[in-house]
């Protein structure tokens, strides 16, 4: 039984020459050569010689990691140490370190005579989603929860409420949906704390919760967003003391916006729009909340 291969350095410890890393390359490809020309007996004893030690793995780089570890990456490769490089298949090696949560995705690259290059792109959190336990995951442009949220800056990024149950490292339909929300939003010159998601796939139903507003804006469906939050940037820009005191805006409706408020109806006033003002935020007023039920 032969002895197991020790583990792999994780960085480079070049403790070799250059000239002598050299010199077994330039052996291997004349060995090579020499196999063609001189017949298949020599060619075996020639490949033999290349997968020997001098050929074999001694260590994984890997580039392009921040918040996953290298060690963690170098064990997703599940290469081991005087494993032949030319046993390496640089693309299975990518897809096992791709399989990570944190990664999106990777390349390998095998430098003779024993060193493998491992280059991932990590995924970038969007936004949170709540999990089992009342713990926070990260989630990323694919609607991908990747890995738990614990203190630190990302604990700015919005909140995403969907339908569906959250599983770390598989792409979940509503958080997709809640993300693309986010960005065109977000695009919109709004900072978003909170995106809801209701209905199911295709017909998802949007709302939003903004920073520093304390009311929850509907925005619709997808095909309905775009004309929608042009409604709202009109609505603030016009009517900024309406929004501000406002617990619910509805601007799905092409031609108005619907606001309301818990303000008892005694100190509301009939409120309208200047002249001049688009027809796309012809604001019907405040309505409260405890008297009428949501329109659409």
Do not use: N
């Amino acid at each position: 039984m032969s002895a197991p291969r020790s583990p792999l350095r994780r960085d480079p410890d070049r403790d070799e020459s250059p000239l002598r890393h050299v010199v077994l390359i330039g052996m291997g490809c004349v060995a090579l050569a020499a196999g063609a020309l001189f017949g298949p007996k020599l060619a075996v004893e020639l490949a033999r010689l290349v997968r020997s030690g001098p050929f074999g793995v001694q260590t994984v780089s890997v580039v392009g990691a921040q918040h996953v570890t290298a060690q963690r990456v170098v064990a997703a490769t599940g290469l081991q140490r005087g494993t032949p490089l030319l046993d390496v298949d640089p693309a299975e090696v990518a897809l096992r370190v791709a399989d990570l949560p944190q990664v999106d995705a990777a390349r390998a690259l095998r430098l003779p005579p024993g060193r493998v290059v491992v280059g991932v792109r990590e995924r970038v959190a969007r936004g949170l989603v709540a999990g089992a336990g009342g713990a926070s995951f990260l989630v990323c442009a694919g609607g991908v929860p990747f890995a738990p949220a614990g203190p630190g800056p990302h604990l700015d990024l919005p909140l995403l409420v969907t339908p569906g149950h959250a599983v770390t490292g598989e792409a979940e339909p509503g958080l997709t949906e809640a993300v693309t929300v986010v960005e065109v939003v977000t695009a919109a010159g709004f900072a978003v704390a909170e995106v809801r998601i209701s209905g199911s796939e295709g017909e998802w139903d949007a709302s939003v919760r903004l920073v520093g507003l304390a009311a929850e804006v509907a925005l619709g469906r997808k095909a309905e967003r775009g004309a929608a939050l042009e409604r709202l940037v009109k609505l603030v820009t016009h009517r900024p003391e309406w929004v501000a005191g406002a617990t619910s805006i509805d601007v799905r409706f092409a031609g108005r916006g619907i606001l309301r408020s818990d303000q008892p109806a005694e100190t509301r006033d009939q409120r309208t729009l200047p002249k001049g003002t688009p027809d796309a935020t012809a604001t019907r007023g405040y309505e409260p909340s405890s008297k009428r039920p949501a329109a659409g």
